[in-house]
């Protein structure tokens, strides 16, 4: 026969144990550490507009790993179609802007610049060209829009009364690496 004493023993210890984990649970629940129910209700509700910020603040970073790749293929893309591939094409979009808009090209100097990291090699062009003054306003505005990307950095315009105008212009471009 089972010795019943021990085990009335041993389940008196576990209903005290567990009397004493109810009397500490009711004693938090209740004391002023814990807060009322609207404390903490004011605090859950605090709590959900700061996830909800948070995030709102991480959406952007959503399938960041697919907005990198893409990136780098519309850089690719803008590379290609907006940066001369050589010397020359620069030449050639130069010269036909300057012959769509009726002006003289009267000297061009070409400078490459230190090749940066990003694939690209920065030209500085220094250029000399004449005719009336609306067609030279006419060209910088079309070497501005051109496809090939020219960044007109500074404009020097000079002449005499009934004659050309003589426009000394600056601009930069971009030749794409072959590397």
């Known amino acids: 026969m ?3 004493g021990n085990s ?12 004493a984990v109810d009397v500490i649970a009711a004693a938090v ?6 807060g009322s129910a609207d ?25 960041i790993d697919q907005k990198v790749v893409l990136a780098k293929g519309q850089i690719s ?6 940066f001369a591939e050589k010397d020359s094409d620069l030449t050639k979009e130069l010269g036909k802007l300057a ?20 694939g690209i090699v920065p030209v500085e062009i220094e250029g000399s060209f004449s005719g009336d003054y609306l067609q ?18 500074s404009v020097d315009l ?11 212009i600056t601009i930069h471009s971009y030749l794409r690496s072959s590397t």
């Not at 002006?103 to 230190?114: D, F, L, N, P």
């Open 39 to 63: 404390s903490r209700r004011l605090q859950i509700n605090e709590l959900k507009a700061e996830l909800t910020r948070k995030t709102r603040d991480v959406m952007p970073l959503r399938h």
């Open 8 to 19: 009335r023993r041993k389940l008196k210890i576990a209903i005290g144990a567990m009397l």
């Open 99 to 118: 012959a769509e808009n009726g002006i003289h090209i009267q000297q061009a100097r070409y400078k490459e610049e230190e090749a940066e990291t990003s």
């Open 77 to 82: 893309g803008f590379y290609k179609d907006r």
């Open 136 to 153: 030279l306003v006419r060209f910088i505005n079309t070497l501005e829009r051109s496809k090939m990307f020219f960044e007109v950095d």
């Open 2 to 4: 089972p010795d019943l």
């Open 158 to 168: 000079a002449g005499e009364g009934g004659g050309p105008v003589k426009l000394g």
């Open 29 to 34: 629940l209740f004391s002023p550490l814990v």
